[in-house]
Structures are given as structure tokens and as C-alpha cells.
């Protein structure tokens, strides 16, 4: 027990001491305080000496409170603050706030005494209540992020998880923490490891995803899966030490997607390399900065541009840059190899030939992303080619322009033909046109036919002799026709030779009433003053078929070939629309499948892609003609339902849904009754007028219809349950 030697000596320490201190006695009266218990209490000295200390305490703490102090000066004790004891006081103005308090016993001038020193706890508790509230914060956010946090100190021992990280690898929290890393990683990788991480550990730097770790996890149940992973190293603490923020990502998906993209690329370039017609594909980016620089100078018309300032567009062919080519644009060219050809580009579009590349580059720069023209082009051995060019820009270029794909078909024979056509009696048209691949027709101004190559027999199924004379409308579809008198009598009213009328795609019919798509180059000359009309015709039947499957492969998922991420936007978009204009309302099932990991990994990925093909047949089967149905990645499926008055109307449905997928698979070798589905719903507009929103919010209500079992469907509710 300390005792104090004099009074002049308390008043000292009393004076310094940074707490309130109130002494007394054990009748609990008050000997003595200090300046700072004044200001805290708000009394004066001379108002307290004397008082029992109960002028401290709100009145319904007091009769405990004489208890408790009873209770101590029977066993006095020191008790130092910082160890729970929190009560209240009551100031002078009567108002309440909290405090913590110390005890030590004493003796002053021979009597036994108290010191309390009392400390006001409003800040503290404030602080506590707010590092609370963060460790909260920091729980949610630990707790929800998208991907596997795992917090490992120096001795490499787990110290934390969060809740995907439990879900990722099958483990409770409990069963992870205070267990070694090594937990997570299969039998072989772990010696290895462990050096890695000891070398880390010594020299702990930032890494973060995407610069090549890539290592393989292990499941409780023993799988094993792909995994990107970044460390973090964190300073010391006192109840830490050093530690490693690992942070994983499932890398299966990404995996399967290289994979696909892998395989597309090689189709790809297997199609691009083996095309018959002359393919670039080059990288205008830099001419497409060159049209922003021009356009801060004021200049928008870039066809007068170019016309004043022809070095400019040299300059501005300089800056195409070739990324590859095909063979049969080597052969076209007469290039010895691809390098060759590559570093010609200004060369082949030389001066005499630069007149297409001007239409070409103003047809960017007036924002088109595709155009067709007929030129003319310099091989590499110098011999002019006539050619027929278009381009594209490549689908997600379109702003840049990175990726443009130039095709060129020599047209060269084709022009000879023509000029043949317009130049050269008939007998030497006859002998050039009958070995022409392409059909050759010619007409009078009454619209009969007076020339039909056997090209144009094979395409069109007429023999020549039973066709000459016939109206050209025989061999065009009825709804054609109108259109074609229209413009053959307009053809014939212009004085103007030759005719001029671009290469055209219609339909043509043969004589056994089937239509075909060709291609026309029309033309139309003179001869002794009769009016003459002549068509080079193609079949661009393969051609139609080869663009029509990129288009459909561009916009529908490869495996189920229900639309893709792309076309469910734009078939969104519309139905939202129509939904606008008729007052309707639309539902978004957002579905995932129950139990297909498990099949996957039991029976594999082949008779996981068949069951995913039965689940879009399922689908397929449910939707009405205005309904959608898109695969939107991996076993994740969007179904929007369309026309709906009032939510209700979606229960019969989703329950129907729910029940056609959750019926037995028989997949061809094997079949499974395993397979469910979990629905989350989210009605338009009702839950949300922005289209990304309402998938977002859709996805959050199938999670809900997971949580609670799945094989099942949970409207969305409220916005706090999208996490």
C-alpha cells in the first residue's frame, strides 16, 4: 500500500497528474482533488471537500455503488483502469457521461485512503464504436470480395480466409486457420513450394496477377484446379508478425476460354490463309490519329484535302501497317514471300493506282466501316491489276481501327471480258465468253436476251438455244421484276456510255424455279447505233454461305448455338423496347445449373458439353417465338420472357422451367437425374430500367435461390440484397 508523506507532497503529485483524482475516505467522503477533477465535474474545491463522493454518481447507481466500495476497503487492491471497469458520472450540470476509473489504496497522515483517478471515456468509446464499425467494414468487404483471400504469416501458417475461399477449396474457416499453406496445394508441389515462399519471405515484394504465377490448388475433396495467384506482403504488427496477402483466382474458366480462343484463332487463320481471294489484314490505328491531328486544324473535307495536298496521302499510306497476308495475295501480286509483299504496301497502291486508296481512306475518315470499290493495282513485277477491293473493320475495332481486313479479287479477266463486250464482234466474243467460268449475258434495248455463254447455261439451267429471245426477267425472281423495268428503262433513257452502275448482288432463278444469289457487273455499248446490254454473272452462293456462318458464329455460342453475350444485348435492347412502346413488362431468368460442377468432373468435360447441349434444347423447347434464350458463359443461361402485365404471370412459368430441367439427362453414355436448376428473376422495369442493372440484380436473385437449396426460383428483392 503506498503511503504519502505529507499533504504538500499529495498536492504536488495531485497537480500534475494528467486524470482527475479524487481522494477520500473510507467513509467515502472526500478529502482531496485536483484541478483537473474541477473542470471534469465542474465543481469547485471548496464545494466538494466534505461530500461524500455520491455527488460523482447518477442517483441510480448510487446504492450498488456503496456496495461495491464497502466491499473494497475490506480488500483493498490496486486496479488500474483499462481493465472493463466503465461507469457513468454526473457532472454539476447534471449531465451524464461515461468513465473509467482506477483504484489504488493509500494511507495519507496515518488513515487509510482511496485514490481514484477518473479519465471521461466519451472520446474512447467513440473510437471503439468506430474501430468497430471498420473492422465491420473490413469483415464485408473481406468477406465478399470476388476472389480467395488467404492471410499466411512468416511461419507460413494460415491466419485467415474469406468466405469465397472456404467456398473454393470445400474447407470450413475453422478447419484452415493455424494450419500450414501447404494445405492448399497437392502432395508434389509442396516441397518446392516451401522454398519459394522461404525466398519470399526474405525479400517480400508486391506481384500481382497477370505476370505469370500460375500454380495448381488442391480441393478438401482432392480435385485439383488451375490458379492465378498475387502476393502482398504486409508490414509487422504485434500480434502478426510479417504476413502474405495471397489473393487466387480460378483460373478453369480462363482456361477453357484461351482454349476456345485458341481454336478460333486457328480456324480462323486457317480460313484466312486458305481463302481463293486475296486477304490483308492491316493496322490503321496510327492513319486513324493522323485524321484525328487533321481535324484540330479545322479540316473535315478530306477528299479536297488529299486533292490539294497529294504528298499528304502518301504520307498517310505510309502509316498503314501490314500484319498479314495470304497466299493468294502473293500469287495476285507476284510477291517471292509474305515479308515481300508486306513492306510493298505503297508500292501496289502507286501513283496511277492511288486513286482507290484516297476513296478508302476518306470512307474512314468519314466514319464508314466498310467499303467496296473496283481499281486498279501494280503487281510487284509492274503489270497493272484491275481489281475489285473492300474492307472491313474487324468487330470491337471499329473506333481504333486496328484491325481492317482488305480483300482484293483480281477482276482483270473480267474487265478484259468487258471491254471485249464493248469493242470486239460477236465471233470474237463468242470464243473469249464460252471459256469464261463466269456467266455472260448480253441484251438488246427491248430487254431480250441475244447472247448466253455456257457458263450462263450451267448457272441458270436454260440451254442457249431455248433462252435467246426470252425476256431477261425470266431468269430473275418475281419480286425483282418491277424493280428491274424501272431501271433498265432508266439505263435506257441516258445518253451516257459507259453505263455506270457498280457491281450489284441480287438474286437469279433458275429453270427449275430455284433462286441463287449472284453477283452482276453490268455494262452497256453500241453497235450501229442498237442500244446493248451486257451482265458478267457469278454464283456467290459460297461466298453467301461462308459470310452468313462467320455472322452466325459471331453471334451465337459455338457449343449450344444459342446466342451469345453480344446478340443477347442487341435481342435485349429490342424487347425492352417493344416492352417501352406497349406498356408490357419483361422477366430476366437468370439461371445456373445445380450439380453441374459435379458432372463435369465425374463424368468430364465431352459429357459436360452434352449436357449443357440438352440444357439449351430444354430451353429452346420452353421459349415462345418473342421470348429469348442466350448461354451467357460456362453453365450460366439468360432466359427473358416477354409480354408480361403483371409479375404474377412469370410463377407458372419459372415453376414450369424449373421442372423441365430438373428432369433425368440420357447424354450418350452416360445419364444423370443429378441436374437441377437455380432461377433468379428480375422484372423490367419494375426492378430496374437500366438493362445491365437488371442482369446484375437478376444474378443476385438466383444467388438468393441457391443459398436456399436451389432447384428452385427467388424473385429479387430489395436493393440491399445485390451484393
Request: charged fraction near 30%; charge should be negative; hydrophobic fraction near 40%.
Amino acid at each position: 500500500m503506498a503511503r504519502l508523506k505529507d499533504e504538500a507532497q499529495s498536492l504536488e503529485l495531485l497537480k500534475n497528474a494528467p486524470d482527475a483524482i479524487v481522494i477520500v475516505d473510507p467513509d467515502r467522503n472526500i478529502l482531496i482533488i485536483n484541478d483537473q477533477a474541477e473542470e471534469l465535474f465542474g465543481y469547485a474545491k471548496d464545494e466538494l471537500i466534505g461530500m461524500s463522493h455520491d455527488i460523482f454518481l447518477p442517483e441510480e447507481f448510487r446504492s450498488t455503488h456503496k456496495e461495491h466500495m464497502n466491499e473494497y476497503f475490506k480488500n483493498p487492491r490496486t486496479r488500474p483502469m483499462g481493465i472493463g471497469l466503465e461507469l457513468s458520472a454526473i457532472n454539476k450540470d447534471g449531465s451524464i457521461f461515461p468513465v473509467e476509473i482506477s483504484l489504488s489504496p493509500a494511507k495519507m497522515n496515518g488513515q487509510d485512503v482511496v485514490i481514484s483517478s477518473v479519465r471521461d471515456a466519451s472520446r474512447y468509446r467513440k473510437d471503439k464504436a468506430e474501430i468497430k464499425k471498420r473492422e465491420q467494414r473490413y469483415s464485408e468487404v473481406f468477406n465478399s470480395a470476388p476472389n480467395v483471400i488467404v492471410l499466411v504469416n512468416d511461419e507460413r501458417k494460415i491466419i485467415d480466409v474469406n468466405y469465397r475461399g472456404t467456398e473454393m477449396f470445400g474447407y470450413s474457416r475453422e478447419e484452415l486457420i493455424g494450419e500450414s499453406h501447404d494445405i492448399l496445394l497437392p502432395e508434389r508441389y509442396r516441397q518446392g513450394h516451401e522454398v519459394k515462399m522461404e525466398k519470399y519471405f526474405k525479400d517480400p515484394i508486391n506481384r500481382p496477377m497477370g505476370i505469370g504465377l500460375r500454380l495448381t490448388a488442391r480441393r478438401k475433396d482432392g480435385s485439383e484446379f488451375p490458379v492465378e495467384v498475387s502476393l502482398s506482403p504486409m508490414a509487422e504488427s504485434m500480434d502478426t508478425g510479417t504476413f502474405v496477402i495471397s489473393i487466387l483466382r480460378d483460373m478453369t474458366l480462363y482456361h477453357e476460354m484461351e482454349r476456345e480462343l485458341l481454336e478460333r484463332e486457328e480456324r480462323y487463320y486457317g480460313l484466312f490463309n486458305d481463302s481463293p481471294v486475296a486477304l490483308w489484314e492491316s493496322d490503321f490505328s496510327d492513319v486513324k490519329n493522323y485524321f484525328d491531328r487533321i481535324r484540330k486544324k479545322g479540316i473535315y473535307n478530306f477528299n479536297g484535302y488529299f486533292d490539294q495536298n497529294p504528298k499528304e496521302l502518301r504520307q498517310c499510306m505510309s502509316l498503314v501497317k501490314v500484319v498479314d497476308i495470304n497466299e493468294a495475295a502473293i500469287e495476285i501480286y507476284h510477291a517471292k514471300d509474305k515479308e515481300e509483299l508486306k513492306s510493298s504496301f505503297q508500292d501496289v497502291f502507286s501513283d496511277k493506282s492511288s486513286g482507290i486508296f484516297k476513296r478508302l481512306i476518306v470512307a474512314l475518315a468519314d466514319g464508314k466501316t466498310s467499303f467496296r470499290e473496283e481499281g486498279v493495282n501494280l503487281s510487284l513485277t509492274g503489270e497493272e491489276i484491275k481489281i475489285f477491293l473492300q474492307f472491313i473493320a474487324v468487330s470491337g475495332f471499329e473506333d481504333s481501327l486496328e484491325r481492317i481486313i482488305i480483300s482484293i479479287n483480281d477482276i482483270t479477266k473480267v474487265k478484259e471480258a468487258e471491254e471485249v463486250l464493248r469493242k470486239f464482234e460477236k465471233t470474237r466474243f463468242d470464243a473469249l465468253t464460252g471459256a469464261s467460268p463466269d456467266g455472260i449475258v448480253t441484251a438488246n434495248s427491248k430487254g431480250e436476251i441475244t447472247y448466253w455463254n455456257k457458263a450462263a447455261e450451267r448457272l441458270f439451267g436454260y440451254p442457249s438455244n431455248e433462252i435467246v429471245d426470252k425476256k431477261l426477267t425470266v431468269i430473275m425472281p418475281e419480286h425483282y421484276r418491277a424493280a428491274h423495268e424501272k431501271a433498265f428503262n432508266k439505263a435506257i433513257a441516258e445518253t451516257e456510255l459507259p453505263l455506270n452502275i457498280k457491281t450489284v448482288e441480287l438474286e437469279g432463278l433458275r429453270s427449275d424455279g430455284s433462286e441463287f444469289p449472284i453477283e452482276l457487273s453490268l455494262a452497256k455499248w453500241n453497235v450501229k447505233d442498237e442500244l446493248y446490254f451486257g451482265a458478267i454473272v457469278r454464283d456467290i452462293t459460297d461466298r453467301k454461305a461462308a459470310e452468313e456462318t462467320i455472322k452466325h458464329m459471331a453471334y451465337h455460342d459455338k457449343l449450344t448455338d444459342l446466342p451469345n453475350r453480344r446478340l443477347f444485348k442487341i435481342l435485349l435492347e429490342k424487347s425492352a423496347a417493344k416492352a417501352d412502346r406497349d406498356h408490357k413488362m419483361l422477366a430476366m431468368l437468370y439461371l445456373d445449373l445445380d450439380g453441374f460442377k459435379q458432372v463435369n468432373d465425374a463424368l468430364g468435360h465431352d459429357t459436360g458439353d452434352l449436357l449443357l447441349k440438352a440444357v439449351a434444347g430444354r430451353i429452346k423447347g420452353r421459349l415462345r417465338q418473342a421470348d429469348i434464350g442466350a448461354r451467357i458463359g460456362g453453365d450460366e443461361f439468360i432466359v427473358v420472357v416477354s409480354d408480361l402485365s403483371k409479375k404474377d404471370e412469370m410463377i407458372d412459368i419459372a415453376k414450369e422451367i424449373v421442372r423441365t430441367l430438373s428432369e433425368p439427362y440420357n447424354l450418350e453414355k452416360a445419364s444423370t437425374s443429378d441436374v437441377s436448376a437455380s432461377i433468379g428473376i428480375a422484372i423490367y422495369p419494375e426492378d430496374s430500367s437500366d438493362l445491365e442493372y437488371l442482369m446484375v440484380r437478376a444474378d443476385a436473385a438466383m444467388r438468393k435461390a441457391k443459398q436456399v437449396g436451389g432447384n428452385g426460383f427467388q424473385f429479387i428483392g430489395d436493393e440491399k440484397e445485390v451484393a
